[in-house]
């Protein structure tokens, strides 16, 4: 199984390609490889990864011809609005949304605040019309593999954070290549992100060999490593690492200052308008359900999130990890990161939306519900089986098989409707 449909090159306008799947067309940027017109490619985030040749993506393709046709229409019908509110004030709101006029904070409020099962179907179901109108039935899969569990910073909120007594680990530069050459090679993704603790063992140079090596294999390699150096992530940008994922965890100075003692949230909002500057493919976004948070703060991150132009948002709620100072807090309930979720693409519609693993932990249905109410896209954990239970940044994280899970994300995804195409730009 591919985690991404091949697609033909049909036009060039400079760097910018148009690819055909199926006869829907998305653009895809060029800079990070070659093509030309009439080649057939893989594009992750927009971005051209690979070519691959005609023989081996019209066998590909065969074998996803009806089936893509059979999951567009499914989606095409799950997007419909079906639910009747029993707000009037909803269907006010909702009115300004497909009049495209942006909403006022009050606004955003109350549909955070909404309650009763009509009232959040309609919310849930507008929010998946709009995913639909936007992106088609396109949903990206990822893999993450989490290489690391050593940490310098003591994040309050975080099960590897520095003073936890924890069994640690640190992948070899070979063993990381290994691993990446299996998730690519055997399980077929085409985007691996790169997760870690801050750890500066890996110098610069361990990971500009990693980041290469793993380039090499023809897929999108996406950083989550951390606050590390501006020149250290320039140089891994050269070094063919094309995406990077960092939150700034809170859009509230204090809750951040107090939670991540010794950091800012300016040094850290910074950073991430520099990765987006030097051209990486962008994931950031926030923790839902930190200490002293309230619904302000949480429309405050949403709002937050998309000023900073990212080309994925994800967030995820907060669940506490013993032996952490945050271990008796309470988490949020699920619906509360629906309603993020659906509030996110309405007031940004053509963005893309993350499920993070850590809803899937609060919530066993969380990919299905998630998906149907605004988010379009996946990762699956790639973590060797050896190290997966020693990355605890929060406690009972749903620790699936590998194979496993990929088998239920493609069932699941089938019965959506959703097709593993590029996203597009
Ligand atoms: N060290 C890097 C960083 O902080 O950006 C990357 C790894 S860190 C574990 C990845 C993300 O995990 C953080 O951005 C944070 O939002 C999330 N996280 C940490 N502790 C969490 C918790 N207890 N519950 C939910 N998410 C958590
Ligand atoms: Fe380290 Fe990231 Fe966890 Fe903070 S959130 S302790 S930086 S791994």
Same mark, same amino acid.
């Given at each position: 199984?591919?985690?991404?449909?091949?697609?033909?090159?049909?036009?060039?306008?400079?760097?910018?390609?148009?690819?055909?799947?199926?006869?829907?067309?998305? =653009?895809?940027?060029?800079?990070?490889?070659?093509?030309?017109?009439?080649?057939?490619?893989?594009?992750?985030?927009?971005?051209?990864?690979?070519?691959?040749?005609?023989?081996?993506?019209?066998?590909?393709?065969?074998?996803?011809?009806?089936?893509?046709?059979?999951?567009?229409?499914?989606?095409?019908?799950?997007?419909?609005? %079906?639910?009747?509110? *029993?707000?009037? =004030?909803? &269907?006010?709101?909702?009115?300004?949304?497909?009049?495209?006029?942006?909403?006022?904070?009050?606004?955003?409020?109350?549909?955070?605040?909404?309650?009763?099962?009509?009232?959040? /179907?309609?919310?849930?179901?507008?929010?998946?019309?709009?995913?639909?109108?936007?992106?088609?039935?396109?949903?990206?899969?990822?893999?993450?593999?989490?290489?690391?569990?050593?940490?310098?910073?003591?994040?309050?909120?975080?099960?590897?954070?520095?003073?936890?007594?924890?069994? /640690?680990?640190?992948?070899?530069? *070979?063993?990381?290549?290994?691993?990446?050459?299996?998730?690519?090679? %055997?399980?077929?993704?085409?985007?691996?992100?790169?997760?870690?603790?801050? $750890?500066?063992?890996?110098?610069?140079?361990?990971?500009?060999?990693?980041? *290469?090596?793993?380039?090499?294999?023809?897929?999108?390699?996406?950083?989550?490593?951390?606050? /590390?150096?501006?020149?250290?992530?320039? /140089?891994?940008?050269?070094?063919?690492?094309?995406?990077? &994922?960092?939150?700034?965890?809170?859009?509230?100075?204090?809750?951040?200052?107090?939670?991540?003692?010794?950091?800012?949230?300016?040094?850290?909002?910074?950073?991430?308008?520099?990765?987006?500057?030097?051209?990486?493919?962008?994931?950031?976004?926030?923790?839902?359900?930190?200490?002293?948070?309230?619904?302000? $703060?949480?429309?405050?991150?949403?709002?937050?999130?998309?000023?900073?132009?990212?080309?994925?948002?994800?967030?995820?709620?907060?669940?506490?990890?013993?032996?952490?100072?945050?271990?008796?807090?309470?988490?949020?309930?699920?619906?509360?990161?629906?309603?993020?979720?659906?509030?996110?693409?309405?007031?940004?519609?053509?963005? =893309?939306?993350?499920?993070?693993?850590?809803?899937?932990?609060? %919530?066993?249905?969380?990919?299905?519900?998630?998906?149907?109410?605004?988010?379009?896209?996946?990762?699956?954990?790639?973590?060797?089986?050896?190290?997966?239970?020693?990355?605890?940044?929060?406690?009972?994280?749903?620790?699936?098989?590998?194979?496993?899970?990929?088998?239920?994300?493609?069932?699941? &995804?089938?019965?959506?409707?959703?097709?593993?195409?590029?996203?597009?730009?």
């Amino acid at each position: 199984m591919c985690y991404a449909i091949p697609g033909k090159l049909v036009e060039i306008k400079k760097n910018i390609g148009i690819v055909d799947y199926f006869g829907e067309k998305k =653009n895809v940027l060029l800079d990070y490889g070659n093509a030309k017109v009439g080649d057939y490619i893989y594009a992750q985030g927009g971005i051209l990864v690979n070519t691959i040749s005609k023989r081996e993506a019209l066998e590909i393709l065969e074998t996803w011809k009806e089936l893509f046709f059979e999951l567009k229409k499914t989606d095409e019908k799950l997007a419909e609005i %079906e639910a009747s509110p *029993s707000s009037k =004030n909803l &269907l006010a709101v909702l009115q300004e949304v497909n009049l495209n006029k942006t909403l006022t904070k009050d606004e955003l409020l109350y549909l955070f605040a909404l309650k009763g099962k009509n009232n959040l /179907r309609l919310l849930y179901e507008t929010a998946n019309n709009i995913r639909q109108k936007t992106h088609g039935n396109a949903c990206c899969v990822h893999g993450i593999l989490e290489f690391s569990n050593v940490c310098e910073n003591n994040c309050f909120y975080c099960g590897i954070r520095k003073e936890r007594k924890l069994k /640690r680990y640190r992948m070899g530069v *070979s063993e990381i290549i290994d691993a990446a050459k299996y998730a690519c090679g %055997e399980l077929g993704f085409k985007a691996l992100v790169l997760q870690s603790g801050e $750890d500066n063992w890996y110098t610069e140079d361990k990971l500009t060999t990693i980041v *290469s090596a793993i380039r090499k294999l023809g897929v999108l390699v996406f950083l989550s490593i951390g606050q /590390r150096n501006k020149t250290t992530y320039k /140089r891994l940008y050269e070094a063919g690492s094309r995406a990077a &994922l960092l939150r700034f965890e809170t859009s509230n100075k204090e809750i951040f200052e107090t939670l991540r003692p010794g950091t800012t949230l300016a040094s850290r909002l910074e950073l991430i308008r520099y990765l987006k500057e030097l051209g990486f493919i962008l994931a950031t976004g926030f923790i839902s359900g930190l200490p002293g948070e309230t619904s302000e $703060d949480v429309i405050n991150n949403i709002l937050l999130t998309k000023s900073l132009k990212p080309d994925m948002h994800s967030f995820g709620p907060f669940i506490p990890a013993q032996d952490t100072p945050l271990k008796d807090h309470a988490t949020i309930r699920p619906d509360e990161m629906l309603k993020t979720i659906a509030i996110s693409r309405l007031i940004d519609k053509d963005s =893309n939306i993350l499920v993070t693993t850590a809803l899937e932990t609060l %919530e066993k249905e969380a990919k299905r519900k998630a998906l149907l109410a605004g988010a379009n896209s996946l990762m699956i954990n790639v973590t060797p089986k050896a190290y997966k239970n020693l990355y605890r940044i929060y406690d009972g994280r749903v620790d699936k098989d590998i194979n496993k899970n990929i088998k239920e994300t493609i069932a699941i &995804l089938r019965s959506l409707g959703r097709a593993p195409a590029d996203l597009g730009l």
